[in-house]
């Protein structure tokens, strides 16, 4: 069974741009989660997808948005990009809510 | 106070030597508890799962939890050097989002 497949797995871009980052979930997992983990503040919840409806989000700025597709795939967007997003974010899924999440490789961004 | 709290150590053993890993939580609502294993820029490995207080083991892994004095922990038996990572205590909350600690960097030396 194939894992979380998320892409790209490495991005660069500068400050005020944006960016949109894909995750594929296993496959009949229907809840998608994102996470964004950095040195200073470890892993933090942004947003939770079930059923493609946003079921929970976390205290990040409105910049931060994301949606989900109906094969459960999901996107995040990032706009007007701030050197302080550079980040590794990692995307779960899980069976149901509640459950085993499991995580992708991330992406890995760096805004200069 | 954090809702999770791990120590970050970083946390040196010989190998074959058992590890203790250990998380604190605040809130009693917590219902599940997972332990993940992360390798330097990697995702986080899902290495145990379990939702009721006692102790669940798999293979060299040994997941604890205790409501009451709402603790957790992670036994490592025999560790190996391939075990050298950081290790995530991370907690469900109703909020239907996992709160994770800040992760135990642990070094199993040859």
């Avoid at chain 2, 058992?18 to 809130?27: A, D, E, F, Q």
Wanted: proline content about 5%; charged content about 20%; glycine content about 10%.
């Amino acid at each position: 069974k194939a894992g979380v497949t998320q892409t790209p797995r490495y991005l660069i871009k500068t400050r005020g741009q944006q960016v949109t980052l894909s995750c594929s979930p296993i496959s009949g997992h229907r809840s998608v989660s994102w996470y964004q983990q950095t040195p200073g503040q470890g892993l933090q919840f942004l947003f939770e997808y079930f059923s493609e409806t946003q079921r929970n989000k976390g205290n990040f700025p409105g910049r931060f948005s994301g949606r989900q597709f109906s094969n459960s795939r999901s996107e995040m967007n990032v706009s007007t990009l701030e050197l302080g997003d550079s980040a590794l974010y990692l995307c779960a899924s899980s069976p149901k809510e509640g459950g085993e999440a499991f995580f992708g490789q991330g992406t890995r961004l760096t805004v200069v | 106070q954090k809702e999770v709290e791990q120590d970050p150590g970083p946390l040196s053993v010989p190998e074959g030597a058992i590890v203790s890993l250990n998380c604190t939580y605040s809130n009693s609502a917590f219902q599940y508890f997972m332990w993940y294993r992360q390798y330097s820029r990697k995702g986080p490995e899902l290495l145990m799962y379990t939702y009721s207080s006692g102790n669940k083991e798999d293979g060299r892994f040994t997941a604890q939890v205790d409501k009451s004095s709402k603790y957790i922990s992670l036994f490592i038996r025999d560790s190996q050097p391939s075990d050298s990572a950081t290790y995530l205590c991370a907690i469900f909350t109703g909020r239907r989002a996992l709160t994770f600690g800040s992760g135990t960097r642990l070094q199993v030396q040859p």
